[in-house]
């Protein structure tokens, strides 16, 4: 049998995964199935050390990950991390080759994404407007759903690494911009659709339903939504450890405000999620679940919602 030399190189070659969250540990681990030498970097240790054990490497600046990658994924959370990541101190822009690719996955308003890829662009590398959509558990799945706009260049650089990652692939024009403001109208549609759900499992707790049943209802009938059916378990259990923080949709409801002023575009649903999102962010649960919009209409309305001491005191006794 042949022998294979470790120093071979790998079959997807170097990626570098900028923010190893929820969501970047997932795609960090996508790449390494696919057979990527994955080398990652985030501010928080424990991240770096858990794509490490995964068979990741581990580096101490965005420019040190990019040096020789063929793909740079940011997945951080806005437009100004985004920066910082490409043209900040020891930014992936110093140091990407070439005709390498930033992936960009951060949601952000459609023209700051046209300003990143300009000036990288200008730098001879290539920029693909990339936000992604469908949560931890698809992340790390490979099965992400992706809303990619950008140059054709662009798009076959990043094609090992889109396959590896997306279950997916919207290819939404040739300019920067268009993948994020698709990703807008994703992010207005999943705030709404957060409050509403946490607004009617309040409601069902104000009438004194059992909130289970509830739940088993809704997800058979007409009612029922993806985000309704995806964040209501966290309520239920009494569990509102950050999947997806609050202050992600007051950021992007935030956003869609702007958007929407500029273009003189009503968005009044969207105005009165942003409120909830704000309250519930003001009462010190903005690093908590989005689900917790949920204890915020129950403070107010004086419904009680399930308790996670008692969720898991009940689950031990059966």
Same mark, same amino acid.
């Given at each position: ?36 030498? &994955? /080398?990652? $970097?985030? *501010?928080?240790? %424990?991240?770096?050390?858990?794509? @490490?054990?995964? !068979?990741?490497?581990? +580096? #101490? ?9 063929? &793909? /740079?994924? $940011?997945? *951080?959370?806005? %437009?100004?991390?985004?920066?910082? @990541?490409?043209? !900040?101190?020891?930014? +992936? #822009? ?225």
């Amino acid at each position: 049998m042949m022998s294979v030399s470790s120093n071979a190189a790998p079959a997807g070659g170097k990626a570098a995964v900028i923010g190893l969250g929820s969501m970047g540990v997932g795609m960090a681990q996508s790449l390494l199935r696919a057979g990527f030498r &994955v /080398v990652g $970097c985030d *501010v928080t240790a %424990a991240n770096v050390e858990r794509l @490490v054990a995964e !068979g990741g490497h581990a +580096a #101490a600046s965005p420019a040190e990950a990019a040096c020789d990658a063929d &793909v /740079v994924v $940011c997945v *951080v959370v806005n %437009a100004d991390q985004t920066e910082t @990541v490409l043209f !900040g101190p020891a930014g +992936a #822009a110093e140091t990407m080759a070439d005709g390498a690719v930033f992936l960009s996955s951060a949601t952000m308003a459609p023209e700051i994404a046209r300003r990143l890829a300009d000036r990288l662009e200008a730098t001879g590398r290539l920029y693909l407007d990339a936000p992604i959509s469908g949560g931890a558990a698809k992340a790390a799945q490979g099965q992400l759903t992706i809303l990619a706009s950008g140059s054709q260049a662009a798009f076959a650089k990043a094609r090992p690494a889109l396959d590896a990652m997306a279950g997916k692939l919207y290819e939404l024009g040739e300019s920067a911009g268009t993948g994020a403001a698709f990703k807008m109208v994703n992010q207005l549609l999943a705030g709404v659709h957060i409050a509403a759900a946490c607004e009617a499992m309040a409601f069902a707790a104000k009438q004194g339903l059992d909130l289970g049943k509830v739940y088993e209802v809704i997800t058979a009938s007409a009612g029922n939504s993806w985000m309704f059916e995806n964040r209501v378990p966290h309520i239920l259990a009494g569990d509102y450890r950050p999947l997806s923080a609050v202050e992600i949709f007051v950021k992007d409801l935030g956003i869609i405000q702007d958007m929407a002023r500029s273009a003189r575009y009503p968005v009044p649903v969207a105005a009165a999620a942003l409120q909830m999102y704000l309250a519930t962010a003001g009462a010190g649960m903005g690093r908590d679940d989005d689900s917790s919009l949920a204890r915020i209409y129950a403070a107010l309305s004086g419904a009680v919602l399930p308790d996670a001491a008692k969720t898991s005191a009940q689950d031990a006794a059966v």
